[in-house]
């Protein structure tokens, strides 16, 4: 089942439930910068446990999509489930230390058999990270679609998503393969609701790379992008 957020729509229930008229208070309630909130907006990025801790008294159901009751209900199942069981990709905890595997894109046969448990390649190294949600592997980045915030030869790590054509959080920053016109594709986009049914808007960072729409059912494989690592040598 599919669960498609619009963030903008969250915002502004959230708005209502902390009975604020202006991002400028929202923010103040939250307890953020004003820039955070503005970068929310713009990226359709939302920091979901801090929404949630601030109206836990009311119905998550109603915030999220904005059916049912605005009180929180005994009755509603969904109203009883706290954040991390609806979306565990993007707010699963944080592990002290972990090994993630790097793997070389360019010596696999794409994100379908790198995802693959029968044709999983072996990794070229590991990286030994601190505080980080659980991931499973990551990659080296190519291009500069999502620069400045990713370069060249950065490296982002991933948590795999076992159905591609499944939940996608509007916004969030994903490492995806897409088939068009018989060509395989790889990229690093935010995902963002296309007007146009069963399509998905992918988006750059990069100001100077055009948004681009592709067929959802497109989408051969997909990971949600959870950090990214840049090494600067200093001689």
Known sequence: MKTDINKSAVLE???????????????????????????WRSRGSIDYDLLFSKCKHFNLDWLLTGQGSMQRSNVMQLADMNVAEQFPLRTDRKLDLQSVPLYELDATAGLVALFADTTRPTPISHLQIPDLPPCDGAIYVRGDSMYPLLKSGDIVLYKEINNASGCLLWGEMYLLSFTLDGEDYITIKYV?????????????????????????????AVALVKASVRFNTMG
């Not at 307890?31 to 955070?36: E, L, N, V």
């Not at 998905?200 to 989408?219: K, M, T």
């Open 13 to 39: 229930r959230v708005k209502q439930a902390l009975e604020v008229t202006s991002d400028i208070a929202l923010a103040e309630v939250l307890g953020i910068a004003r820039s955070t909130l503005s970068n």
């Open 192 to 220: 963002q609701k296309s007007e146009v049914e069963g399509f998905v808007r992918l988006v750059s960072h990069n100001p100077h790379h055009a948004p681009q729409e592709i067929p959802r059912d497109s989408i051969r």
